[in-house]
């Protein structure tokens, strides 16, 4: 039996554009956005208990375990597994390493969540559909059933409706400005547009196969209430927009632009200052845990 699913990645998000086109009853914004997985990523380990236990064994400066979205996604797991089999899973122990920057608008929580549902699942033998698997994160972070969809998408409603697209085949650097934005703050804004019209996928398609990979299409409409509220973000999109189309992802911080080849990516990098963190980053056409998965690349 399978008691153990080491160095799981949970990768970061790009939000290629980000069209707010609407606002539900209930606050909730309808968007438009193009996703993009790239292969920077937190790393998570996962060991079976035997006494039903869910407990992270690292310590998340910031995020007390009761509110870990890895912890909370698990119990929603538990739980389903419980009104499945008849009996409470059998416990398990997760160590986080993690490097993506909270409140980045790289996804890194719902990306660790979604990491965690998807190892859980296999090292439980829950049995739980990737469809059953993303109506479970749902409600915990609008992202996560894109990270257990796995594959370039793009992504309707207000993160539930996704569609796979070919996205660019492209390298891109990415800058964490030093700020966390609080996505809360950037949603509630009373500028934020709402009403941009609405596109089609093959709007986006269009674009890209016209070799416009490096980024012209739409546009990310959470970034100008993010870069007056954080001034650190209109800074990078400044710095960076001398290299390309420097654009924000999802409600903030970090900023990305793309290059066509991975020496640009070193070379752009290495200018950026001191101030700010930095790295490349190469797109993902696929969640890198689903080989994992199936490859049995474990621990027994
Ligand atoms: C904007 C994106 O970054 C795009 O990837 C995400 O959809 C945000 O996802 P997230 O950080 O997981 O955010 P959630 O925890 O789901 O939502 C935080 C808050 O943002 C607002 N929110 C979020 C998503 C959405 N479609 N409309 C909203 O109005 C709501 O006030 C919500 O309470
Ligand atoms: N495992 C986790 N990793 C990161 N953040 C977590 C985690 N669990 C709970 N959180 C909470 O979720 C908040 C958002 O974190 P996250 O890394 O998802 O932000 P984000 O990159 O801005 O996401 P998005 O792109 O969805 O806006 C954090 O500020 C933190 O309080």
């Known amino acids: 039996m399978t008691v153990s699913l080491h160095h799981c990645p949970a990768p970061a998000k790009l939000n290629l554009f980000l069209h707010v086109i609407g606002r539900r009853p209930d606050g909730?914004?309808?968007?438009?956005s193009v996703f993009q997985l790239i292969d920077r990523c937190d790393m998570l380990h996962f060991d079976l208990r035997a006494d039903g236990r869910i407990v992270r064994?690292?310590?998340?400066?910031?995020?007390?375990?009761?509110?870990?979205?890895?912890?909370?996604?698990?119990?929603?797991?538990?739980?389903?597994?419980?009104?499945r089999h008849g009996r409470a899973v059998p416990g398990i122990d997760v160590a986080v390493d993690k490097i993506l920057p909270m409140g980045g608008g790289l996804g890194g929580g719902s990306s660790d969540a979604a990491t965690a549902l998807m190892a859980a699942n296999q090292l439980w033998q829950a049995g739980l559909s990737a469809d059953e698997l993303m109506a479970l994160g749902l409600p915990l972070g609008a992202d996560i059933p894109f990270f257990i969809f796995g594959q370039t998408a793009f992504v309707e409603?207000?993160?539930?409706?996704?569609?796979?697209?070919?996205?660019?085949?492209?390298?891109?650097?990415?800058?964490?400005?030093?700020?966390?934005?609080?996505?809360?703050?950037?949603?509630g804004a009373v500028d934020l547009t709402r009403d941009t019209k609405p596109v089609t996928i093959s709007d986006f398609s269009r674009d890209q196969s016209a070799q416009n990979e490096l980024g012209g299409f739409g546009k990310n409409d959470l970034q100008a209430v993010a870069v007056r509220l954080f001034p650190p973000v209109a800074q990078a999109v400044e710095w960076?927009?001398?290299?390309?189309?420097?654009?924000?992802?999802?409600?903030?911080?970090?900023?990305?632009?793309?290059?066509?080849?991975?020496?640009?990516?070193?070379e752009v990098v290495a200018q950026v200052p001191a101030a700010w963190k930095a790295w490349k980053a190469k797109a993902l056409a696929r969640h890198p845990l689903k080989s994992l998965l199936q490859n049995r690349a474990v621990v027994e």
Do not use: N
């Open 28 to 32: 909730y914004h309808l968007l438009q």
């Open 57 to 83: 064994t690292t310590d998340v400066p910031g995020v007390p375990e009761e509110q870990d979205l890895i912890v909370r996604a698990l119990r929603l797991l538990a739980d389903e597994f419980q009104r």
């Open 157 to 187: 409603g207000v993160g539930e409706a996704m569609q796979p697209v070919a996205g660019p085949d492209c390298w891109y650097v990415v800058i964490e400005p030093g700020v966390s934005v609080p996505t809360p703050a950037i949603f």
């Open 240 to 266: 960076l927009g001398s290299y390309g189309q420097a654009r924000m992802t999802g409600s903030g911080a970090c900023v990305f632009c793309a290059v066509s080849s991975e020496s640009k990516a070193d």
